[in-house]
């Protein structure tokens, strides 16, 4: 399989990386298409991950690569953050899961687009992995001790309580730019409400005095109901040191 996958990489590459020859939808297409006509039948998602392993493992060392030089990403690194760290925590996998899996990949791209309009496929999973190499996006590990139960995203622009969940869990506030604020709760709806409402928070009822919900969003990640006020706020804390949320005291 190995000496495959190396012909198919030769094949579509054009010099590139590994990295971008994943993260790069058009490239990608061609290296896909290249390992069937090869007889490699597994999944995409399994090629490009074994793709991925053999540069991991040293197995690519003798090739070299010219670099990837993009427009100016600084744009799309928030959108991609927010995208990544949103999937990732939906359903517990990894940012090469997620660019190694074209439904993955077309969701991620579908999430941070919808914050930060404008961008290809590739600006976004390109600054993404950028972030990761930069060590700015490092994993929430206590998150994977307690899985949400489910993860919720919303335009809080024309947003219907109704719609947000009753449970316990932990929501995040943030813009086009930056994350706003963080917390934890034991009645999402009813904290949710709270905020919008009139938030006791400060800073978060300034901005939103100031700007509207126009460019709003809001993550709630719903929490198994066993889980103790304590557990939430460890979790909260993980976010808070994380996302460096602008209106959250840091502790």
């Known amino acids: ?47 490009n991950q074994s793709l991925l392993n053999l540069r991991k493992r040293g197995e690519l060392r003798g090739l070299r690569s010219r670099r990837t030089i993009l427009k100016d990403r600084s744009d799309y690194q928030f959108a991609a953050e927010i995208a990544a760290r949103f999937l990732e925590r939906k359903h517990e996998i990894s940012l090469d899961q997620i660019i190694c899996d074209p439904v993955l990949a077309e969701q991620f791209d579908e999430t941070a687009k919808a914050i930060v309009p404008g961008g290809e496929p590739l600006d976004y999973r390109w600054a993404a992995l950028n972030l990761r190499k930069q060590k700015r996006l490092k994993p929430e590990v206590l998150a994977r001790v307690a899985p949400s139960v489910e993860v919720l995203r919303f335009k809080v622009d024309g947003l219907s309580l109704h719609t947000v969940p009753k449970n316990p869990g932990l929501y995040i506030f943030h813009s086009n730019q930056a994350t706003l604020y963080v917390g934890e709760c034991e009645n999402l709806q009813n904290r949710i409400r709270t905020h919008l409402d009139h938030s006791d928070n400060k800073g978060l009822a300034r901005w939103l005095w100031e700007f509207g919900d126009a460019s709003l969003h809001l993550e709630l990640q719903i929490l198994n109901e066993s889980l103790t006020q304590r557990m939430r706020r460890a979790l909260e804390l993980e976010l808070i040191r994380s996302r460096s949320p602008v209106f959250n005291v840091k502790r």
């Not at 399989?1 to 020859?21: C, I, N, P, W, Y």
């Open 1 to 47: 399989m190995k000496d495959r996958l190396v012909e198919a990489f030769e094949h579509a590459r054009q010099g590139f990386s590994t990295d971008r020859v994943v993260a790069d939808p058009a490239l990608n297409r061609v290296f896909l298409d290249e390992c069937n006509r090869l007889g490699l039948d597994s999944s995409a998602a399994r090629l």
